[in-house]
């Protein structure tokens, strides 16, 4: 093969490549990143034993700047961002790559108790989730908010922590947020007491 036709042939292939890959790449702003379920008061409930949020998952949306979805991205391709805690988070798509509709879904756990801020458990910790897909890191994210049933945070749910979740029990307070662990916007009830139950003890 004489080297001008080597030369075009691998020309032909660089282009073929970067059409490929230019047909690929994500749009940040029209790629988006979402609860899904979408909820307006979603959160994780934090502790060591590491606890399911009341949605299901999040989902991660691909789209190039034509609007088109982008399939057949491997979950591998996804980088998370986390402030404000410790979390797992894991593809829950099957297989694990967008769809036809560029969606692929990813569950998320709390590792840990997160610390509220400035130490003061009548707000919730903000948490919050950015993504890049390959090297693009789109333009919006999702924000949670952590409740952990150690109220004073000294590694034990303990008859301290019963007191302060009994003051907010059966009530509808911005003050009793901090014991809303299913994040039903409501009456602090007999399901948030049976999550703050599971997890009375020492660490």
């Not at 940040?28 to 899904?36: E, N, Y």
């Not at 979603?42 to 399911?52: F, I, R, V, Y």
């Not at 034990?156 to 994040?183: G, H, L, Q, Y």
Request: glycine share 8%; hydrophobic share 40%; with cysteine.
């Amino acid at each position: 093969m004489s080297r001008i036709l080597a030369g075009v042939l691998a020309g032909c292939l660089i282009l073929a490549v970067a059409g490929v890959a230019g047909a690929g790449i994500p749009d940040p702003d029209l790629s988006t990143i979402v609860l899904d379920p979408v909820q307006t008061n979603a959160g994780l409930m934090t502790c060591w034993k590491g606890d399911a949020p009341p949605f299901e998952m999040i989902k991660v949306t691909a789209k190039r700047t034509d609007t088109t979805p982008i399939e057949g991205i491997p979950y591998t391709s996804f980088f998370f961002t986390v402030v404000g805690g410790s979390v797992t988070i894991t593809c829950e798509s099957v297989p694990a790559e967008t769809d036809v509709n560029g969606e692929i879904l990813f569950s998320i756990v709390a590792n840990e108790a997160i610390a509220h801020p400035l130490g003061d458990p009548a707000v919730g910790t903000p948490l919050d989730i950015d993504v890049q897909i390959y090297t693009v890191a789109l333009t919006n994210g999702v924000s949670l908010t952590c409740n952990t049933v150690d109220y004073n945070l000294d590694d034990a749910v303990d008859p301290i922590d019963f007191v302060k979740f009994a003051a907010d029990f059966n009530k509808s307070t911005p003050e009793t947020e901090r014991s809303d662990f299913d994040w039903s916007g409501g009456t602090i009830d007999p399901i948030d007491f049976v999550k703050f139950a599971a997890h009375f003890g020492p660490h």
